[in-house]
């Protein structure tokens, strides 16, 4: 039913905890899973800190490498068959929306805070943004342990 399931991920406890949930479909589907990632490096910095910026990014780059690489090789030991996917630069939803939409991914698995309301208007919301632009169904994961209220 689902051949490829995309997890977004930006670093965060809160966000791996859709990997659960994509490890029980990627068995269940025999699917495979691609973990994205986007690097977001705001570039605020006057212009004359171009080299802090572009320094900067190549830190962020390498983090998310590594940090992709680990969670890869963990699913990778369970038997399942693991993508990465590191976009360095956009946007993160728009980052994510292109990779969701890119006519392989069958399915987004990703966590949301469940905000509702003023909250989720002033802070916006991801997988608000995810579940409208996706060509592909979202599936979203409240982890109540990691919720904001």
Known sequence: MFKQIMVPLDGSAFAE???????VLAQKFESEITLCHVVHVTEYM??????LIVE???????????YINSLQNSLRSEGLTVH???IEQGRVTDALVGAANNGVTDLVVMTTHGRSGVRRWLLGSVAERMMRAADVP??????AAHAIE
């Open 17 to 23: 905890s859709a990997l659960a949930t994509a490890r």
């Open 46 to 51: 006057a212009a004359e800190s171009a080299e």
């Open 56 to 66: 900067t990014r190549r830190m962020a780059i390498e983090h998310a490498q590594s």
């Open 84 to 86: 990465k996917q590191i």
């Open 138 to 143: 979202v599936l979203l994961v409240r982890d």
